[in-house]
């Protein structure tokens, strides 16, 4: 990701804790004025909220940290860690919270005092516009990191949320107040469903997920382009941070050549692939072509082989 994008996803980010303080105090003033359970469950989502941008803005803050002697591929995946941390709070915190406050009254079917329904429409159409600000400035964003998808995700749980809220209300307005406990659980059970989906996701890119066939065959195909290089084979990768691929790849070049014209080569390729800002680690290890009858020289551990 580019230092523009990277600062661009750092403000969104701020801008994300400001509004969610506000909205968070919106909320709960709407809430004691009006006795709507979903306004509460949405403060208790919106605080939620507060904590885990923070949370994130800081992992984005360390991921840009350079590589060092205790992290050799730098901090890229602080903000997938960053984001497990956030879907595990979207599951524990929020929607069990929600669902505790929220089956009982359900269940029960008691009679809850309302009023004041229209300050509670108000503060939720104005949550909703507000939460739409760092919405739009992140769909925008062609590429994101982890912490920004993280916080792209949540703002779409909060409109979803909110929505959910609004059409309770109305509801309570209609004369149903069943409807209220039964947004609170449809905010719930949003929240649960994509913070598995983040949970899965990020999980995979911490175990060391693969950039994919096309991209590893694009690889291949700019180091075969490199002058000398007669082949490439065994071609992994992986994501070691949000847009950062680390890539290791073996090329053959010709029997017999000099040790110095052979690093050449291999350097050449690093060179090429670096360029072209397909990795932020390239090891590329060169060994002699296959001789005739034979097998190749230079396979993974044996002699022959030079790692650039």
Not at 137 to 143: E, G, K, S, V
Request: charged share 20%.
């Amino acid at each position: 990701m580019s230092s523009n994008g990277e600062t661009r996803e750092t403000r969104t980010l701020q801008l994300a804790v400001v509004l969610y303080a506000v909205v968070f105090i919106l909320k709960v003033a709407a809430f004691l004025t009006t006795g709507v359970l979903a306004l509460l469950a949405e403060a208790f989502h919106t605080l939620s909220d507060v904590f885990i941008s923070g949370f994130l803005l800081v992992a984005a803050a360390v991921s840009r940290k350079e590589a060092d002697a205790q992290h050799m591929f730098g901090h890229g995946r602080a903000q997938n860690v960053a984001a497990l941390v956030a879907a595990t709070l979207f599951i524990s915190f929020t929607s069990f919270r929600l669902y505790e406050e929220a089956i009982p009254r359900l269940i029960s079917r008691e009679e809850t005092p309302y009023q004041n329904l229209p300050v509670a429409l108000g503060v939720i159409v104005v949550s909703m516009v507000i939460a739409a600000t760092p919405l739009l400035r992140l769909l925008r964003q062609r590429t994101r990191g982890a912490a920004a998808k993280a916080q792209l995700l949540e703002l779409v749980n909060d409109e979803l949320g909110l929505l959910a809220a609004l059409a309770g209300t109305l509801f309570i307005l209609w004369g149903e107040p069943i409807a209220d406990p039964l947004a609170t659980i449809i905010v719930a059970t949003i929240i649960a469903f994509n913070a598995l989906g983040l949970l899965r996701e990020n999980a995979s890119f911490l175990l060391g997920r693969s950039p994919g066939p096309e991209f590893l065959a694009s690889v291949a195909a700019k180091a075969r382009a490199v002058p000398g290089v007669l082949a490439v084979h065994e071609v992994r990768g992986e994501y070691i941070g949000p847009e950062m691929v680390r890539i290791d790849l073996h090329i053959l070049v010709r029997r017999g050549l000099p040790i110095e014209e052979a690093h050449r080569i291999g350097a050449a390729v690093q060179a090429s692939l670096r360029e072209a800002d397909v990795c932020r680690y390239c090891t590329v290890h060169v060994d002699p072509e296959e001789p005739p009858g034979g097998t190749p020289g230079g396979g993974e551990g044996q002699a022959g082989q030079i790692v650039v």
